[in-house]
Structure formats: C-alpha cells, structure tokens
C-alpha cells in the first residue's frame, strides 16, 4: 500500500511539472546567446529547447498553423507588446 501511494505521488509530481526553458535561437543559425550575431528578428523562425515543453511528440502542422498544439502554446513579449507564436510542432 505504502508503495501505491509513493507512486501515486510520484506520477502527480510528474504531471505538475513545469515546463524548463533552456535556450531560444535563430531556427537557421542556432547561434548561441553571447555570441556577436546572436538574435531573432521579428517574423523569423525560432526554436525553443528545453524539458517538459509537451505531452507529446507532432508531426509539422498543417495550413493554416495555430497558435496552439496539443494544449502547448507560447508567447513572445518585446517592448512590452506580447503576441501568441504560431507554432509548427511540439514535442517534449
């Protein structure tokens, strides 16, 4: 019983989880931060790295995109004007 119960709590720690950031580049360039020509300009492609960003695993996504995919979406603020980024798949 006692074990069930680790268990069980184990799973909902697990399901809990926030998602962790750890890096944001050019989908090009993947040029590292601190680097001179480091940067995403406005309307260009960019990935997110990092753990626990989705469930599950996406294919590319379809015309027209959306701004949300498997319950996952993301926003980027820049000079205090947030805006949904559309997003071309997730995965975890």
Known sequence: MRRAVMLGLLAAALGLAQPVVSAVQNNYSYIPPGVPQ????????????????????????????????EGVSAAVTVGGVTRAAILYYVTP
């Open 38 to 69: 480091y940067g995403i300009a406005q309307g260009s492609i960019f990935v997110v790295f990092g753990t626990g960003l989705a469930n599950t695993s996406t294919g590319l996504q379809s015309i027209p995109l959306r701004t949300t995919v």
